[in-house]
């Protein structure tokens, strides 16, 4: 089967490229390289792989790039709500026009199924703070970046349900841990480097919950819905990450301290934050069996150890960002 990654050298993606590899899928990364290719140097010359740069918004390159693929994990996009406020038009213009060309010119071109990134944040606040959402709770995003993300699932699994393609939706958690293209804008990532390097962390509204997935683990289950029965995923959306694994702000830093010595937390009181909610996993657990390999922890561990061995440079360099 032969794979086409969009985003192929992102923080997802990247990692996604390497683990299709490792169970010998054809890879075909589509990138346009907006923070640069270093994460794919190491599989250039693997003979199972093949890059092509390019934007989703461009129809050549889209049609280029769909050559003889099977099946489309898409993941480019604008990424994380401070980069599509900051770039709207550009985001628009990715997240929708790019994505419903794409996955049009999939269809047309034979593409067997199309598994779509996209976000825990559209359920944006809780109704019931004591409660958890599950994929039938109402969708309320509060940013253009979940906006679009609700929009275009919306198109595959509805308006185009009856579409040839099998397409599902996977609404990520908040991504954390090391990728060939780390990122320190990410909260886990950003607290842990902030506890190293500065030694201190302040938290605005300690008591706001988010769900937390490894990267790896993300990545995970999009090798899981490629290689998952179609009647089990045709049309359908799955939270991805672990129950267990809501953390409010408070808990998170809570786990910094706890392996990085000497933090010093500074408490910034803040009572309203549009995003607010804890996310129930077990519908992808019981119905495709899927469940995590890396806790929270793991990940804080990681970028620590990262960032004591000096070989990042300058953790808060623009190009670990991704505003």
Same mark, same amino acid.
């Given at each position: 089967m032969r794979v086409l990654v969009t985003g192929g050298a992102g923080y997802i993606?990247?990692?996604l490229v390497r683990q299709l590899l490792d169970k010998n899928y054809q890879v075909r990364a589509f990138d346009s390289l907006k923070f640069g290719g270093e994460a794919l140097y190491d599989v250039m010359l693997h003979p199972n792989f093949e890059f092509i740069k390019g934007d989703v918004r461009n129809a050549a390159e889209v049609a280029e790039a769909l050559k003889d693929v099977d099946?489309?994990?898409?993941?480019?996009?604008?990424?994380?709500? $401070?980069?599509?406020?900051k770039f709207s038009d550009e985001a628009r213009e990715t997240n929708w026009?790019?994505?419903?060309?794409?996955?049009?010119?999939?269809?047309?071109?034979?593409? #067997? +199924?199309?598994?779509?990134?996209?976000?825990?944040?559209?359920?944006?606040?809780? $109704?019931?703070?004591? =409660?958890?959402?599950?994929?039938?709770?109402?969708?309320? $995003?509060?940013?253009?970046y979940a906006e679009l993300k609700v929009k275009f699932e919306d198109y595959i699994l509805q308006q185009r349900k009856d579409a040839n393609i099998c397409a599902t939706a996977l609404r990520f958690s908040t991504v954390y841990g090391f =990728? $060939?293209?780390?990122r320190f804008d990410l909260t886990v990532n950003e607290f842990t480097r902030n506890a190293t390097i500065n030694g201190k962390q302040e938290i605005w509204g300690a008591q706001f919950w988010r769900p937390y997935c490894h990267v790896e683990d993300l990545a995970r289950a999009v090798v899981?819905?490629?290689? =998952?029965?179609?009647? #089990?995923?045709?049309?359908?959306?799955?939270n991805v990450g672990s129950t267990e694994e809501n953390y409010n702000k408070g808990m998170l830093i809570e786990a910094v301290c706890a392996i990085v010595p000497n933090t010093e937390v500074n408490y910034v009181e803040m009572n309203e934050d549009p995003?607010?909610?804890?996310?129930?996993?077990d519908?992808? +657990?019981?119905?495709?069996?899927?469940?995590?390999? +890396?806790?929270?922890?793991?990940?804080i561990k990681e970028i620590y150890k990262l960032l004591k061995t000096g070989v990042v440079t300058d953790p808060f360099e623009k190009r670990f960002s991704n505003i």
């Open positions: 993606g990247s990692v099946a489309i994990a898409h993941l480019a996009a604008i990424v994380g709500d $401070p980069a599509c406020k026009d790019g994505s419903v060309a794409l996955f049009d010119a999939a269809e047309k071109a034979g593409v #067997k +199924k199309f598994v779509f990134a996209s976000t825990c944040s559209n359920y944006g606040k809780m $109704p019931d703070p004591d =409660s958890f959402v599950v994929e039938t709770s109402e969708l309320n $995003p509060v940013s253009l =990728s $060939p293209r780390i899981l819905v490629l290689e =998952s029965p179609e009647e #089990k995923v045709k049309a359908n959306v799955f995003r607010d909610y804890r996310v129930n996993f519908k992808i +657990k019981n119905e495709l069996g899927y469940t995590i390999t +890396k806790t929270v922890p793991d990940g």
